[in-house]
């Protein structure tokens, strides 16, 4: 057999599960449709939110705490940093879901961590304007920003030089597992390769690639805008921390300046813009500017400057939000892995650990991601 492992999709999971395999001294062999990296997918738009008093659910966190663990190990291999901490801020109402889950992942795990109402979160980072009276924050010190794409290049790296063999501008067109859990055969539109197993990490495209997921990884149309800041001061990364923020017209993310000449927000679930992946508007139009603009008048009118840039991505919804992590129900020698909802990124370094371990020898992991499994999708009665 010419590979132990195929990874389809080498953006932000993949890129981390061929480091993975490789370093285990897999050979392993990754298959990109388009360049590495690229702005296509889901990865791109330079940085990613990363927070440890995770308000989705606290059984994230110890995922995070080896996250953090792993990108610190990927910027040693790489010698680069990828990983910038500013800390991180989750606001909303008293009683939110964003508020009460970061309060409640933060008592749970131990992590250090303030709790400011709205006239301290403004006096603290004074960016902040015009918060709803009742406005709550966790302050915890160990939040910041991924560097997307250059994480993408380092696993790609670092793969490489343990050994891994990466073909870009190609795509795979379809895969048959053998019977039996017994290797794969992946046809892509060069060649055709055959391997012990297959990691499918397709991002927006993942339901194409592995039709069970229909219905379950949904490609969703998101716009980020960087607007200049009039005051720069206060959006630098030693003065902004980056934050979700919960209103009553909807849930905002957000970072300070880096690279792009912006301050850098979106709104979660956008325009609600469901979308195949392949047809995305990748174009972003005046009423994305619109909706972006009027949060940041009124929430950070020193942020509201000029727009410095939009660019569309791609959420992929599963119907929990949460991320799908694991064994194919048919062919066990195929491993799944959904591009994890729209809050996946800071997540990438363990993913690729995790879907490593499921690729190798029993698919046994020492993470705990039972409630990642895909059974809760398909009931007990599912084959
Ligand atoms: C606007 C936006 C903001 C976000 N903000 C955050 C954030 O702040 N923090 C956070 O943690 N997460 C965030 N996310 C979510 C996070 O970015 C995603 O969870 C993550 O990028 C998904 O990575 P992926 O590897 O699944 O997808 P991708 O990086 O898109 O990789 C999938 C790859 O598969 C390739 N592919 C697909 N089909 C084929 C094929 N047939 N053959 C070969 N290759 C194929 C694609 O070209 C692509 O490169 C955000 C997402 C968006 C869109």
């Known amino acids: 057999m010419a590979f132990d492992a195929i990874v389809v999709g080498i953006g932000g999971m993949g890129s981390a599960a061929a480091w993975h395999l490789a370093r285990r001294g897999r050979r392993v062999l990754g298959l990109e449709r388009f360049d590495i990296p690229h702005a296509m997918g889901s990865s791109h738009g330079v940085t990613r939110i990363i927070r440890l008093p995770y308000y989705e659910d606290p059984a994230y966190v110890p995922l995070l705490h080896r996250a953090y663990a792993l990108w610190r190990e990927l910027e040693a291999a790489a010698g680069e940093r990828v990983l910038i901490t500013t800390g991180s801020v989750d606001a909303g109402p008293e009683d939110g879901a964003v508020f009460q889950g970061a309060l409640e992942s933060a008592r749970l795990h131990r992590l250090e961590h303030e709790v400011l109402d709205a006239a301290a979160l403004g006096e603290r980072f004074p960016a902040y304007r015009h918060l709803p009276p009742g406005t709550r924050a966790i302050f915890q010190p160990q939040g910041g920003f991924v560097l997307s794409e250059r994480a993408i290049v380092a696993h790609v790296h670092a793969a490489q030089e343990a050994g891994a063999e990466i073909h870009a501008r190609e795509r795979v067109l379809h895969w048959d597992a053998r019977p039996g859990g017994e290797g794969v055969a992946v046809t892509t539109d060069k060649a055709r390769y055959e391997a012990a197993r297959l990691v499918l990490t397709a991002g927006a495209w993942m339901a194409d690639i592995a039709p069970l997921l229909g219905g379950l990884a949904v490609p969703e149309r998101q716009v980020l805008a960087w607007l200049q800041p009039r005051r720069p001061d206060l959006f630098a990364p030693e003065r902004f921390p980056v934050f979700n923020l919960e209103l009553a017209e909807g849930r905002y993310y957000g970072l300070p300046v880096w690279e792009v000449p912006g301050f850098k927000f979106g709104r ?26 009027a949060f940041a008048e009124r929430h950070f009118p020193d942020g509201a400057g000029p727009t410095m840039a939009l660019r569309a991505c791609m959420f992929t919804n599963t119907p929990d939000e949460h991320f799908i992590l694991d064994r194919h129900p048919d062919h066990p020698q195929v491993v ?13 370094s363990v993913v690729g650990e995790v879907l490593a371990d499921l ?11 039972g409630f990642l499994r895909l059974a809760r999708f398909r009931g007990p009665d599912a084959a």
């Open 336 to 348: 799944l892995a959904s591009p994890c909802s729209g809050h996946g990124y800071k997540f990438c």
């Open 359 to 369: 690729a190798c020898g029993d698919g046994a992991t020492r993470h705990d991601i």
């Open 268 to 293: 979660y679930h956008h325009r609600g813009e469901t979308t195949p992946a392949d047809s995305m508007r990748r174009e972003a139009d005046a009423e994305d500017e619109r909706l972006l603009r």
